[in-house]
């Protein structure tokens, strides 16, 4: 589209009407969490405040309680060495990374092997699919209790790894195969008349050219079991807590005790490393969005 | 393909799919046609060197641990589960029905029933959250598209947070805002003058806050994904219609709009599918006593000490079968298309 030219003749009124359109929206977007940052390093009488929220600007408790400092970072304190929250972070990259390795793995072999089918079955397998997709997560978690109990492997997190994995296998299976899809089929074609196996001429040929769909549907696998909260608060045993149901926990014994700041320094927390992924990965992501829309 | 090397290729991830997936639904049917044993009682006579010899009657935990470790699913119920006053709860309704004070009174003493509460408060926020996400979503794109490219790069960074924040804690975070004692809470008493208010207390206000996390959070999807088809719309098509005399609103009405159709349809679809599931931001903001949904009604049955599997069962099953109804358009469609490429 010619930006330029169209821009020019737009009128001052509406110009105006979209940059305050914009910046109330970027607001909106980010000052919570800014607030959120900033009120981490506070007491509770100042971030909860009863007076006046200037107090949450101003740290006037935490000065009185800090001798003189605004900032504290006594929550984090709390939080990470009271109440052991470091256990959480490592669970959840335990988790994390297990469940985007073996979703990548699974979903790579199943996602080519339905771009290049072509049968009526593979048609069907994608659409049954789609409703798995569907499935809220609470209900399928319902179901899997009572059987992980008489199994006995309930509450450890291979379970919880494996159980995540196959709840992302479908969202995984439609990425995958929408991005197979866009790599021509001559390329391993060419190769397996050259002699390859359907398995070499995936190995030597697909491989190498499929990182960047690769990575983008790996970006959505970690967000899943990151931001999962249904499956890992009800299959995880109290020791074996990811971050999320941890925080969620401390809300019920920590509240009581006066101690909210915890809770609030945990969540900061949580929020960095989805930062720090949107930072690197905001093309990627964009991209992920969009390819399943524009295809599908 | 060969089909041999077809399955080769994809059988892992359909056993995964198949093992924790297909078979934990089959599981659910089968828990929701069973219910909790019930307590076995046994009278014990104790007797005291003065008091004389009272009898009482005790649950008998030995007897119901073999119970339950013989049928550990409990007894069979058939649809009672699914009939009684936590679920579709047919005798209520019938008795409501039966006698009343007019259509208003039905409706506020069938919402009164858990199941009918949650799974009002699923559809409204479903069907509000969605056209509204979309549509601010829509907005923020046709006026990113509008910027200088210097600036589209921080926008769409800012944009993205409310997606990408974990739905427990991005409901969290909002919530310590709108408490009385947080800044927004704070303010709005301010400005509305009343120092009782409170968006905790009233019903209304509790769903009002509960719909603007779900717009806030749905909408930077909307907005990705239509931000990605106006850059596909043809400039030649604008052009023309620009020099035909279209204005802006004319253009965007006629082509734009018609351009992003299809998008529209998926990202409907993929909202609502997510919006049917809610459940983290009514934990986060505490919201149970005024709002609670059907799969908040799944977790509060499991998380209790006294995991009612029977329960969460049906409601489960209730709730795979909404799923199924909200997905039959698009099924349909994919199935006549399917259909129509083959003949």
Not at chain 1, 26 to 51: M, N
Request: aromatic share 14%; net charge neutral.
């Amino acid at each position: 589209m010619s930006e330029a030219t169209l821009s020019h003749k737009r009128p001052l009124g509406l110009n105006i009407l979209i940059v305050g359109f914009i910046v109330i929206w970027v607001i909106l977007a980010a000052f919570p969490f800014l607030w959120t940052v900033w009120g981490s390093f506070k007491v509770e009488p100042d971030f909860f405040s009863r007076e006046s929220w200037w107090n949450a600007i101003l740290g006037t408790y935490t000065q009185r309680q800090n001798d003189g400092s605004s900032f504290t970072g006594s929550g984090y304190y709390g939080a990470w060495v009271t109440k052991e929250f470091w256990r959480a972070v490592f669970n959840t990259a335990i988790v994390t990374v297990s469940v985007t390795v073996i979703s990548l793995t699974l979903g790579t072999l199943g996602g080519y092997a339905l771009a290049r089918s072509g049968q009526r079955y593979a048609f069907w397998i994608l659409i049954l699919a789609l409703v798995f997709r569907a499935m809220p997560h609470i209900t399928l978690v319902s179901g899997y209790l009572l059987p992980f109990f008489q199994l006995n492997i309930w509450g450890v997190l291979p379970t919880s790894i494996i159980v995540l994995v196959a709840i992302n296998q479908p969202f995984t299976l439609w990425m995958l195969h929408s991005f197979f899809l866009s790599i021509p089929k001559d390329l391993d074609e060419s190769a397996m008349v050259d002699g390859c196996s359907r398995f070499e001429a995936f190995r030597r040929v697909i491989i190498p050219v499929m990182w960047p769909g690769v990575v983008t549907t790996g970006l959505f696998s970690f967000l899943l079991a990151y931001n999962d909260f249904a499956v890992t608060s009800m299959l995880l045993s109290a020791d074996n807590q990811t971050m999320v149901p941890k925080i969620s926990s401390f809300l019920g014994s920590v509240q009581e005790q006066g101690n909210v700041m915890f809770a609030v320094a945990a969540v900061v927390s949580a929020t960095v490393p989805l930062f720090i992924l949107v930072l690197f990965f905001q093309r990627q992501i964009v991209s992920g969005l969009t390819a399943g829309a524009v295809k599908g | 393909m060969p089909h041999k090397t077809f399955f080769a290729f994809i059988l892992p991830s359909l056993i995964a799919m198949v093992l924790f997936i297909a078979l934990p639904i089959v599981s659910v049917v089968v828990q929701s046609f069973h219910v909790e044993h019930g307590r076995i009682l046994v009278e014990v006579e104790s007797c005291q060197p003065f008091g004389g010899c009272t009898k009482e009657t005790r649950v008998d935990t030995a007897a119901m641990a073999a119970l339950k470790a013989e049928q550990p699913m409990g007894q069979f119920n058939g649809f009672g589960t699914y009939l009684n006053r936590g679920h579709l709860a047919v005798n209520e309704i019938g008795a409501i029905l039966a006698n009343n004070n007019g259509f208003g009174d039905v409706v506020t003493r069938i919402y009164n029933l858990p199941f009918y509460k949650a799974l009002s408060f699923t559809l409204v926020f479903c069907f509000v959250v969605t056209p509204l996400a979309m549509a601010l979503g829509f907005a923020i794109a046709l006026a990113v598209n509008t910027l200088p490219k210097v600036t589209k790069g921080p926008v769409i960074f800012f944009s993205l947070l409310p997606m990408i924040i974990t739905p427990l804690i991005g409901s969290l975070i909002l919530y310590w805002m709108i408490q009385p004692n947080g800044i927004i809470g704070a303010s709005l008493r301010h400005i509305f003058s009343d120092p009782t208010l409170s968006l905790r207390q009233s019903p209304q206000l509790t769903w009002f806050s509960l719909l603007f996390y779900g717009v806030w959070t749905n909408a930077p999807f909307s907005f990705v994904v239509f931000y990605a088809g106006l850059q596909t719309v043809p400039a030649d098509t604008l052009e023309s219609a620009m020099i035909d005399g279209a204005s802006r609103w004319e253009r965007i009405r006629y082509i734009v709009i018609p351009h992003l159709a299809p998008l529209a349809t998926f990202v409907a679809l993929v909202q609502l599918m997510d919006n049917f599931r809610v459940f983290e931001p009514i934990v986060g903001f505490s919201a149970e006593a005024n709002a609670t949904s059907l799969s908040w009604m799944i977790f509060n049955d499991l998380a209790g000490d006294a995991q009612l599997f029977g329960s969460a069962g049906a409601t489960s099953v209730l709730t795979i079968i909404g799923v199924v109804i909200l997905l039959m358009p698009v099924l349909v469609r994919t199935w006549r298309e399917f259909n129509h490429k083959v003949v």
